[in-house]
């Protein structure tokens, strides 16, 4: 979908696929990743105008990958720290959490996101208690 060149079909078609993934009664691990997936390229690609819609759809891609990494950690975490449909959503703080453990290949300068900053393991975990103790 990324590759195509008419965005507004692009868009069109992942939420197509989104609806479609989000209406399965019991997904399964992938499913679930793929629902991730779709969320972030849609995020991606729709307008920027509605800051609450964007917030929403990035908050259910983000628990759908921490979902599907809960069921298989090993497939998973390698295929979101390489893959550049969740680049829309690095940076989340949820999205942060659950990638703590795994170091991030460098995100694409983009003059709407700011880069998630990665961390020595040490580092990671007392900012991780941190986080906990601030929410």
């Known amino acids: 979908m990324r590759e195509l060149e008419q965005p507004a079909e692009s868009l069109a078609r992942g939420r197509v ?3 479609v993934y989000e209406s399965i009664d019991q997904p399964d691990a992938i499913v679930l990743y793929n ?3 779709a969320g972030g ?3 991606a690609l729709r307008d920027r105008g509605c800051t609450e819609e964007s917030e929403n759809l990035e ?3 983000v628990d759908y990958l921490r979902r ?4 298989d950690r090993a497939l998973f975490l390698p295929m979101v720290s390489e893959g550049h ?4 959503l690095r940076h989340r703080t949820n999205f942060r959490a659950i990638m ?3 170091v991030l290949p460098p995100i694409p300068s983009s003059p709407f996101r700011r880069s998630a ?4 393991p040490g580092v990671q975990q007392v900012l991780r208690a941190l986080s906990k103790r601030i929410d």
């Open 35 to 37: 629902m991730a997936c």
């Open 59 to 61: 908050a259910r891609a």
């Open 117 to 120: 900053p990665v961390y020595p």
């Open 41 to 43: 390229i849609i995020s």
């Open 100 to 102: 703590a453990d795994v």
């Open 17 to 19: 696929s989104l609806v």
């Open 68 to 71: 599907a990494i809960e069921v």
């Open 85 to 88: 449909d969740f680049d829309p």
